[in-house]
């Protein structure tokens, strides 16, 4: 039994349309961060949400004896930020609970742009935090990897 060739040309046809039909049933399955993602704005992690620019920034979530505040931001790209804040620091002395926080003004810079679960931005996965004039301890910079939102 011959095949007709008109009939090969329409198998190849609605392979092609097959084709077509899975890539596009393939995009629109793509999750919201990926699509979110590829969009280029980067937030930063504030324990339970990502902010785009945050005025202040906790970071110790579980009691909040670190936070920055006043933050002022004199640089937002898609791979780094700038700028520069009041960082409150509880002495945790006698206790967390009984202590007194004691503010420094600092530097701040984010940097290394992550994809979190749940979240439809990029974030930053990175903090640089630099003490501009006083300073607890003996070290005038900290910082160190910033968690994805939960």
């Known amino acids: 039994m011959a095949v007709d060739p008109l009939d090969r040309c329409e198998t190849v046809d ?3 349309r ?8 393939a995009l629109a399955a793509l999750p919201a961060t990926a699509l979110a993602a590829a969009s280029g704005q980067v937030w930063v992690p504030n324990c339970t949400k990502a902010q785009y620019k945050p005025r202040q920034l906790t970071l110790s979530c579980g009691d909040g004896s670190n936070y920055i505040k006043q933050l002022k931001w004199s640089s937002w790209t898609t791979t780094q930020a700038t700028g520069s804040g009041t960082n409150e620091i509880n002495s ?10 004691k503010a420094y003004p600092v530097s ?6 992550k994809i979190c679960p749940k979240v439809s931005h990029k974030v930053f996965g ?3 935090i630099k003490f501009t004039s006083k300073h607890p301890g003996t070290s005038r910079s900290t910082g160190g990897p910033l968690p994805c939102p939960y």
Not at 18 to 25: C, T
Not at 92 to 101: D, E, M, R
């Open 126 to 128: 990175r903090i640089a």
């Open 14 to 16: 609605n392979v092609k």
């Open 108 to 113: 701040v810079t984010l940097s290394k742009p």
């Open 92 to 101: 945790c002395t006698p206790s967390c609970v009984a202590g007194h926080f």
């Open 18 to 25: 097959l084709a077509r039909i899975v890539a596009l049933l």
